[in-house]
């Protein structure tokens, strides 16, 4: 089945801890997307890539780190500089030709 | 009515009520607009788009339309039901050359049986 992949569901981290959420693709999209969402809001950007080794901030990119070494693949490290991590975190991936972006089941992270 | 702040607004209608969706949005050089729907938990998902050079499109019960004078995009849904409950995302992709896809506030529908 083609689909994205988010992993771990859940994540506690300790304040001070860098943390990496995982994202997964096998749809061949090369633009994938990570979002943040807090309770009761919308999503908003954090980072971006059209294509592999390449991506670009979003509007709240501070705090937070991308790689994008695999077209499959773009893991999102959340930082200790993130003063404020604890959110819901959406990944999606899009062909560029379309407009549909595919989003993963979203990884829940909450600093304890 | 509609208020832009830290909670979604939210729309209550009947079972079988046509609901209006509606979403401000801010950048004229959009190249499309976009609706999804999200459930609790869930990752949003793709409802019906519209090019920038359209007015309204429709699709299985559903209707887009844009309002670019006004900067307004709007979504309606016929004959409402229980599982349209959701919160509804406008988007658009910006045409900065870099697929820039950008969310606008949500409205959450409830739907009375």
């Known amino acids: 089945d083609g689909g994205i992949t988010q992993s771990p569901k859940y994540l506690f981290r300790k304040e001070g801890q860098n943390v990496t959420l995982s994202c997964e693709q096998n749809?061949?999209?090369?633009?994938m997307y990570w979002y943040r969402q807090d309770p009761g809001q919308g999503l908003r950007l954090i980072y971006y890539?059209?294509?592999?080794?390449?991506?670009q901030k979003g509007d709240i990119a501070e705090g937070y780190s991308v790689s994008r070494e695999k077209k499959e693949s773009f893991p999102l490290t959340v930082t200790s500089a993130q003063k404020n991590p604890t959110a819901f975190y959406l990944c999606?991936?899009?062909?560029?030709?379309?407009?549909?972006?595919?989003f993963g089941q979203g990884t829940r992270l909450t600093v304890v | 009515g509609e208020s832009v702040g830290l909670h979604l607004p939210t729309l209550s209608v009947q079972e079988g009520d046509n609901s209006i969706i509606n979403c401000a949005y801010s950048?004229?050089?959009?190249?499309?607009f976009i609706w999804y729907k999200q459930e609790s938990g869930k990752g949003p998902q793709f409802i019906i788009d519209?090019?920038?050079?359209?007015d309204k499109r429709q699709g299985q019960r559903v209707t887009v339309l844009l309002n670019k004078t006004v900067k307004h995009l709007s979504l309606q849904i016929a004959a409402t039901q229980p599982g349209d409950s959701a919160v509804y995302f406008c988007?658009?992709?910006?045409?900065?050359?870099?697929?820039?896809?950008?969310f606008g506030t949500g409205t959450r529908l409830l739907v009375s049986p």
């Open positions: 890539s059209q294509i592999v080794n390449d991506f």
């Open positions: 519209i090019r920038s050079n359209m």
């Open positions: 749809l061949n999209h090369d633009a």
């Open positions: 988007a658009e992709i910006m045409n900065t050359g870099f697929q820039k896809l950008v």
């Open positions: 950048n004229s050089a959009s190249d499309y």
């Open positions: 999606a991936s899009k062909d560029p030709t379309n407009t549909e972006a595919f």
